[in-house]
């Protein structure tokens, strides 16, 4: 028969697993480049955006004093998104507060993708879940809409991007509230 002897495919195996691994460890850095670079954006832009702080108490004596500080992540979300080199996105806000930045595939990044994010972040930011991760209260659409305009988000385009989430499945508007929905963080 017409069959390469074994020992010749075991060799063509070994060069193409060789040749696999090269081809790996060059992909692997070339993400991690990139994924240093888009960290580094992220930081510029954390280190530019006022976090909130405000006095939450002080003791009866006057001694002590406890100051909330909070990153506002929806206005991090909207200046992150403006910062990102083009053909990537903030694609969801996580419960632990990181962000998942997602390559889009594309030149730049479309548009209805960006106000998305925002619109998201907007959300995540102010539902409020009790120590059970069950959802305590959720914005309203006037507030979540409110909020996207003041991040620079044209009001009819921010409206407009929250129905098609809500056809997604990402939120559900109910009643004049924007609650997650089953795709919310997946989206």
């Known amino acids: 028969m017409g069959e390469e002897p074994l020992h010749e495919r075991m060799a063509e195996y070994e060069r ?3 040749e696999a691994a090269q081809t790996a460890r060059e992909r692997d850095a070339v993400g991690d480049a990139v994924a240093e670079r888009l960290a580094g954006t ?4 954390a280190t530019q955006e006022r ?3 405000e006095a939450a108490g002080r003791s009866d004596d006057g001694n002590r004093h406890r100051i909330t500080a909070r990153l506002d992540r929806a ?3 909207a200046a992150v998104t403006e910062a990102l080199p083009n053909g990537f996105v903030v694609s969801h806000v996580n419960d632990d507060g990181s962000l998942s930045i997602e390559w889009t595939g594309e030149r730049e990044t479309p548009s209805k993708r960006a106000r998305g994010a925002v619109l998201k972040a907007i959300v995540a930011e102010e539902t409020v879940s009790d120590d059970d991760g069950l959802i305590e209260s959720v914005p309203s659409r006037e507030r979540v809409l409110e909020r996207a305009v003041e991040l620079g988000i044209d009001e009819s385009d921010a409206a407009a991007r929250l129905d098609r989430l809500a056809t997604l499945d990402v939120v559900d508007i109910a009643d004049g509230r924007v609650y997650p929905d089953t795709n919310f963080s997946r989206y």
């Open 16 to 18: 193409l697993a060789t």
């Open 42 to 45: 992220v930081a510029d832009v």
């Open 51 to 53: 976090i909130n702080v």
């Open 75 to 77: 206005a991090l979300v």
